[in-house]
């Protein structure tokens, strides 16, 4: 059992800058990997950005290429998207995930992008 627990979420002006946390109940290092994903009213959840806890192996959308990036802190048991240049486009709920041969998810946190 894992729990996930997401935050950083908010407001922010199109260009601007978030960092979202992604927090695990245990360590990471044995998770296959972890990774964020997103959902906007009306859509379908798409996958944003994923790492491997041990080979820091790390895939992102074409969609964020460029403008995101995904971390993981081992010691801490967290993962972080780090949020650049920041587009209306990007609004969503951000859910982090962990795959450890079953996947979990967090609660989700809400990104607002105003143009």
């Known amino acids: 059992q894992v729990q996930l627990v997401e935050s950083g979420g908010g407001l922010v002006q199109a260009g601007g800058s978030l960092r979202l946390s992604c927090a695990a109940s245990?360590?990471?290092?044995?998770?296959?990997?972890m990774g964020w994903h997103r959902q906007a009213p009306g859509k379908e959840r798409e996958l944003v950005a994923t790492i491997t806890t041990t080979g820091s192996i790390t895939r992102y959308a074409d969609s964020v290429k460029g403008r995101f990036t995904i971390s993981r802190d081992i010691a801490k048991n967290t993962v972080y998207l780090q949020m650049n240049s920041l587009k209306p486009e990007d609004t969503a709920v951000y859910y982090c995930?962990?795959?450890?041969?079953?996947?979990?998810w967090g609660q989700g946190t809400q990104v607002t992008v105003s143009s």
């Open positions: 995930n962990a795959d450890v041969g079953n996947y979990y």
């Open positions: 245990r360590s990471i290092f044995s998770f296959n990997g």
